[in-house]
């Protein structure tokens, strides 16, 4: 994807969600493929945990906003029994204990009760935008 100051002005910009929803994406298909690891953000092999590939996207992006988007969809997607935490504010340690105590098929199905949320929100987000440009606001 080009730098944003690299598209032209009539191109749509992809709403920030849309941004984070393509990380978490990704994320999940690493997992699925087989690159994840239990214990550890990162294995010799570079395989990650759950939070190890949101973290790695942060990095190698430079967007600077991915884990704080990405998490709390990740956390609140967790089961309520793995919520240890009040609220999505700390929800990096429930993430790692729930990496690390599940299998690879659970974190994949976590990722992807995310990514439902993360599409429904992204939706009415869109729809959102397109009522403020159809009214002029």
Known sequence: MPFDAMIPPEAPR??????????VRRSRDFIAGG???AGHLEDDQGNHCAVGWILWHEQHT?????QYIALPYLWRALPKSAR???????????LT???????????VRLFDRA??????????QRL?????EAVGA
């Not at 240890?84 to 429930?94: L, P, W």
């Not at 990514?115 to 009415?124: H, R, V, W």
């Not at 959102?128 to 403020?132: E, G, H, K, P, T």
């Open 115 to 124: 990514i439902a949320a993360m599409e429904a929100d992204a939706t009415a």
């Open 62 to 66: 430079s967007r600077g906003f991915i």
């Open 14 to 23: 992809p709403l920030l969600i849309e941004r984070v929803l393509d990380a």
């Open 35 to 37: 690159r994840w690891c």
């Open 97 to 107: 204990t729930y990496n690390d105590s599940h299998t690879r098929r659970s974190v």
């Open 128 to 132: 959102v935008a397109n009522q403020r």
């Open 84 to 94: 240890k935490c009040r609220d999505a504010s700390s929800e990096f340690g429930d």
